[in-house]
């Protein structure tokens, strides 16, 4: 019968959580007072009837109620504890009192009296008592009986409100869990303030239930057939809810669901995802788990199982391992070997300098933004459900990608890491063995893209070592490609890789990554080697159990793999092999995506400063980014350490392509300067990179999206458009190389490179030195640049990093002789910069002169482009006597013309001269963000 359940559910943790919320509707009946069934009593007012009704104020009302008086309503409800609520009135100071009965096996049972105040006749007032009313299930009677003074009350209404519902009884052949009967308990999930390692138990159920937490549970099935799952909870807080049934560790049955209002409130609610079929009768393990986007979750009472049917039909998965091959994890790359080149895309299917792309395919409908000379969009993202669903997708190939290709557009179809996670669920069905896991054996939760859950699975980070990795990266590539897109971007920045990064995720210890990591060792290391390392016996060999061993723990593993610090065993090898079995898995997918399509253009997100992550790989033949742009350090400059992703993607000869970062645009929102990202936009293009159209720029929080405004940018995505012919086929010029040890930024532990690269390339670029990076990899990768990098430049400069090249790589740089020197000599060397004065007042740290020149062409005019980096109130100031001093023999020919463009239209042939030292002098004037300096020779 009922059951209450109070005391566990008080004690459950209330914390406020609010993704989601709902309201939870609880039995209510509201009973007008003169709609009585059936009424008797003492008749001692005079009246023809026990009770009378009468109209007060427009209304319907009782009185003449005497004492002993009573009035019955037949009421059917859901049944279980309910409060009661009278509309009620007295004139009778002390004495009028309501008792209130239920018909209980023909027999009336009281549930309690309550005493009306004084107030009057016909002015109704509220009155709760504190005593509750019991009602069964379905159809009753309820009785209000007038007890005291010989004159009562009158009444309006009264309501019936459900406090706790009735635990309804089993249907014959149920199977009832009870939640704090569990053989085990655990958690997959990390919740910061949870004390207790997966499920709290009281003599009735349990609490503390935080994200991840399960508990398993020995269950009979006495018949096969299909079930459904039913889930009694209760939870206070507005939040995001759910849980997950699986039977012998394959998912059943999943739900998502909203608070019950209190933790006094508890609710059967049907787990309505999922295929619950027990094909066979007999033992078998169920667990419970706690899943959706709130960190704390439920208190919990029971599971219920009731069969619905004798189907034991189980649909086909889209994935099934024996269907796919998967190749053993080749050794490392050990011997100097150089970066390959892109491979060769045909001209009228590259990225373009010259292109302007939205962030997302419908920004161009956005009014304003139909007029900036767009030539295709860069997020092109798929359904984010459904995506197997060959109706789904080809709705999307055919309603989406095709109508914006067919409006001149080019579509960039984006496949998914972080937020594939969905897809990677229903590719898999049960994706658990497949995540990455940590030394405590928890599941890493990508919290960076918000707390998300799906198919009864939440954001988990999907491990590049698990089997199924490269198959559902290919389903992936056969999905997109049926929309016939023009461009495939992989957003790579969030592969497993990435999870030994940050101080915050903890590695990959899945059984999956150690079995790799013993195989890579074994063709690394010889058996002396390993038995140094103390390494016995390889064949055994578990890396996970081995640190834990050494006592190294989740924290001091997270804190030294961020910077490569510590005394953690094999802890380069470590962060080597995870680079190694992604570049191989990936390299996979890209050779697959090659056989369909060898001339398309294939993006990635990692960069060359994601040195734990970066792929070396030739297939990759563009880069994006969605990087740190410096607003949060200042406004009043361009920072200049997104120049570092420029020159880095200059220097494997790949175009990076930026789109708007939340962060760094909210802060623009915030300090309402809205104008200040036309620099990141200029700086980009000077640079050789794209940057897509800010526009409905997500920013995260209350305010979700927001845009920076059409006008402050059009103009300067219409100059690109306009000067197409000194962008495209440009590449940087210089006479300075800069050597840069991708071990530095290995250590650094973020994405934007270590401190001392970011200070060499602002120290360069506010002297108006030109560079380019001669990229140096680490012992896990040693690549090094060939004879033509080296040959290009007239001086290498180095700086503190020196100290992490190895000593091939070093032996390989001193056989450039000379011209190899510190940074610090740089003011020594002539010919090397082209500066800037303002006034006659030197000022390159005030305007960027960035030098370019023609891939093939020898004949085109050299290009100088303007940056004017400082701002002031998120403005732009416009320059005037601004003078560029060209040094003599700085490019291959003598410049005889020179042409300055800026992005409002305006083109001004300037004069040119020379100052005593043959330097080409150029007057410069109306220079606001940006400048195009087209050089005739």
Known sequence: MFKAKRSWLRSSIALSIALLSAEAYADTLVLQAESFDNSGGTFNDGQPNPVSTYSVNGLEAINFINAGDFVDYNITAEGGEY?????????????????????????????????????SWNNFQPLTPSHTVTLPAGSSTIRLHAIGSAWQWNMDSFKLTQVTPIEPEPAAGDIIIELEDFVTTGTTGRVGGDSVEGFGDTSTGVNWVTNGDWGDYNVTFTQPGTYKAYITIAAENAGSYGARVDLNGEPMAWGYFAETGSWDVSEEIELYGGNFVVEQSGAATIRVEAIGGSDWQWGGDKVRFTRVNDSTYVPARHYNPN???????????TTLT????????????????????????QNHELDGYDNFGATGAFWGHPPEHDFYDETVIMDWAV?????????????TARGEFDWGYGWFTEYVTNPQPHYVQTLDDRNVRMTFMGYLSHNGYNNHWLSNHSPA??????????????????????????????STDMRTFGGDFSPYAMENFR???????SSSALFAMGINDISTFNYKQHLLNAGVTHTSFSNAADTLSGNVPLLEDFIYFNRDVWNQKFAEVLDYIRLQRPDIEIGASTQLFESRGYIFNENITFLSGELNLGARTTIAELPTNILVHLKGAQAVDKTLAYFPYPWEFDELRIQDAPRFGRGWVAQAYAYGGLFAIPANVWVGGEVFTWSPGADNYRDLYQFVRAKETLLDNYTSYSKVGLVHAMYSSMKAGFIDGGNQVQSSVKLLTEDNINFDMLVFGDAGYPVVPRNEDFAQFEHIFYDGDLQYLTTEQQSLLDQQGSKVRHIGQRGSITGIDINVSINGVVSNETVSAVSRIHETNANAPYVVHLVNRPFSGGVTPTLNGVEIAIPQGYFPDTITTATLHLPDGTTTNLAVSTNANGDILLPVNNLEVWGILELGH
Request: proline share 7%; net charge negative; no cysteine.
């Open 519 to 525: 195989i890579w060792l074994d063709k690394k290391y």
């Open 323 to 333: 269907d796919h091959f998967v190749a053993e994890v080749k050794g490392p790359q």
């Open 399 to 411: 309603n989406v990608v095709d109508v914006f290709q067919s409006e001149g557009f080019e579509y």
């Open 83 to 119: 409060s009661i609520e009278y509309l009620v009135g007295t004139s009778v100071q002390s004495g009028p009192s309501i008792e209130v009965l239920v018909n209980t096996n023909g027999a009336w049972v009281s549930q309690g009296v309550v005493n009306v105040p004084l107030s």
């Open 338 to 361: 150089y970066l390959k080149k892109p491979v060769d895309i045909p001209a009228n299917k590259q990225v373009l300098k010259s292109d302007v792309w939205y962030t997302y395919p």
């Open 469 to 498: 990795f490269v198959p559902f990266l290919k389903s992936q590539v056969d999905q997109l490609l049926k929309a016939n897109p023009d461009k495939l971007m992989f957003d790579t920045q969030t592969n497993s890789t990435r």
